[in-house]
């Protein structure tokens, strides 16, 4: 079982930067890749991107800018996702979730955290 739980959402001005933060409650197996997913207000789920738990690669959606950096701190269980030159666009509730990256299934989810981007 694990249990994500993220961090650092907040409110921000357009243009600025935030790193929101996901940690793993229990062991991850190598076999899993955790990722990111933001819901934004009337609009499904989007997805962001993914850090495979092996080796670290990453993947990004096709529409995903070179704003958005996952990280991965694999002693500490974390991955963050970098935000840089936010627009109020990318208002939403940010998630993280893990599951077998073979298979592209997301077998666990966090809670969310909220960004808001406005001036």
């Known amino acids: 079982q694990l249990q994500l739980v993220e961090f650092g959402g907040g409110v921000v001005q357009p243009g600025d930067s935030l790193r929101i933060s996901c940690v793993a409650h229990g062991r991850i197996p190598r076999t899993y890749a955790l990722g990111w997913f933001r819901r934004a207000p009337g609009t499904d789920r989007e997805f962001l991107g993914r850090v495979s738990w092996s080796d670290g690669s990453r993947d990004y959606a096709g529409n995903i800018e070179s704003r958005f950096t996952i990280l991965r701190e694999g002693a500490q269980n974390t991955v963050h996702l970098q935000m840089n030159s936010l627009h109020p666009e990318d208002t939403a509730v940010y998630y993280c979730?893990?599951?077998?990256?073979?298979?592209?299934?997301?077998?666990?989810w966090g809670q969310g955290t909220q960004v808001t981007v406005s001036s």
């Open positions: 979730a893990a599951g077998p990256k073979s298979q592209g299934l997301w077998s666990y």
